[in-house]
């Protein structure tokens, strides 16, 4: 095989950052795409010049090697089951799905059909992200004890105020901004930082959307068993382009790092092997503001799955990571319900009794509705 034929299932937003990030990646096409929605189905075969099918059987019955999942958090798991059942390697878009079990049960339908899984977590493959791994890891900059982080988009108002949309939603989305982007923080932040311990929620709605959407703004403070302390800021209605941001102070120095920057990270280190000693300095990666890091994560992501099917390799980034992620979502929700802090055990009590689900019920009740106070 030369490259990896790729099925797209759901052609919307998300499908325009992946079809621009990979347009010259040789490891793999996107030769055939499904969407139960006419129209979006033929922009993507016209702008691809793909296969188009109206049935998802079909696309999975068609000559291809994997599938893209890009639908709504809800469908998730049924698509990635029905693909994996037929035999396709799956990349899938976060959030992984919007309780645990669902997660548990992609996970034993993939590997039961031996086939690869990876969920298509962009913060895990920004080159940005990657560097400041590779950083913690060689430890220029000591033990982290402290850090904060934050993504802040301006989404379309339409997003939020549309009840028909499902994006925010609880029952589709899996809930807000919690779900939707904090998912892309908590998963990053247990790669670099390790397990988390407890979390403290707020939730708050800026706008006055819909009593079936979730939070736009939320802020959770996050204990991992290290130790270390971090708080997370989330809003999907900051008036700015979107980005993220995060701060890491550690035993032997600072990092700092914002994407709206045109070189992301700034580093202050007192070890040996720091590129300067005792002063900031810029590290270079491939990077621009966005739009563009989100097409460099999607090419990143997308031909690093590819390379694994390619070269029969286990994705690094194992499904069981993103699904810690999920875990975190489900935490800060929990925490924001009980209105204290909470710790992961009191999550897995759930899991093993209730079932996750339940921690979605009552969230709008425990949200602050701030848009009174606000003039847009
Ligand atoms: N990495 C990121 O930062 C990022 C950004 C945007 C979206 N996403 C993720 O991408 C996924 C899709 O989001 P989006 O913004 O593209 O949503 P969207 O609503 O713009 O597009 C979803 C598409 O799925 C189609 N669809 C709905 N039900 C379907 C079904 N049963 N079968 C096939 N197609 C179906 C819709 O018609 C639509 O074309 C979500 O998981 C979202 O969180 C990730």
């Known amino acids: 095989m030369d490259y990896v034929k790729f099925g797209v299932i759901g052609c919307g937003g998300a499908w325009n950052f992946h079809r621009l990030g990979c347009k ?14 006419e129209k979006n189905l033929k922009r993507a075969v016209k702008f691809q010049k ?68 990876m969920i298509a977590e962009n913060h895990r493959f920004l080159p940005a992200h990657v560097t400041i791994k590779d950083m913690l890891d060689n430890g220029i ?37 919690v779900a939707d982007q904090g998912v892309h923080k908590f998963t990053m932040l247990t790669w670099l930082l390790g397990e988390v311990d407890s979390a403290q929620c707020w939730l708050g709605k800026a706008l006055d959307s819909p009593p079936t959407k979730g939070e736009d703004n939320a802020i959770i403070l996050l204990r991992f068993k290290s ?74 992501e997308d031909s690093y799955f590819a390379n694994c099917i390619l070269n029969d390799k286990t994705p690094e980034f194992a499904p069981e990571q993103a699904r810690a992620g999920v875990a975190v979502v ?11 802090i909470t710790h992961m055990d009191e999550l897995v009590e759930i899991y093993k009794s209730k079932g996750t689900k339940s921690v979605l019920n009552g969230l709008l009740e425990v949200t602050q509705m701030n848009y009174k106070k606000m003039k847009w």
């Open 330 to 340: 489900l935490l800060s929700y929990l925490s924001a319900k009980r209105g204290s």
């Open 24 to 37: 010259n990646v040789p490891q793999l096409k996107f030769t055939a795409a499904h969407d139960v929605d």
């Open 227 to 300: 130790g270390a302390m971090v708080t997370v800021d989330l809003s999907s209605v900051t008036v700015h382009p979107l980005t993220n941001r995060t701060e890491l102070h550690g035993t032997k120095g600072t990092i700092l790092e914002d994407h709206a920057w045109e070189k992301p990270i700034q580093v202050f280190s007192s070890h040996d092997e720091a590129k300067v000693k005792g002063e900031f300095y810029s590290i270079e990666v491939d990077h621009g503001p966005y739009p563009q890091y989100y097409t460099i994560a999607a090419r990143e």
């Open 141 to 177: 900059i000591g033990d982290v004890f402290l850090g904060r982080t934050y993504e802040g988009a301006f989404c379309p108002a339409d997003e939020f105020l549309n009840p028909n949309r499902w994006n925010f939603t609880y029952d589709k989305g899996g809930g807000g901004v």
């Open 50 to 117: 793909c296969e188009g099918f109206s049935k998802l059987d079909d696309l999975l019955n068609s000559d291809i090697d994997a599938v893209l999942v890009l639908v709504p958090h809800f469908l998730h798991k049924d698509i990635v089951v029905a693909a994996a059942e037929a035999g396709k390697h799956v990349l899938c878009e976060k959030p992984m799905a919007t309780t645990l079990e669902e997660c548990d049960e992609m996970i034993a339908a993939t590997n039961k059909a031996g086939v690869k899984f």
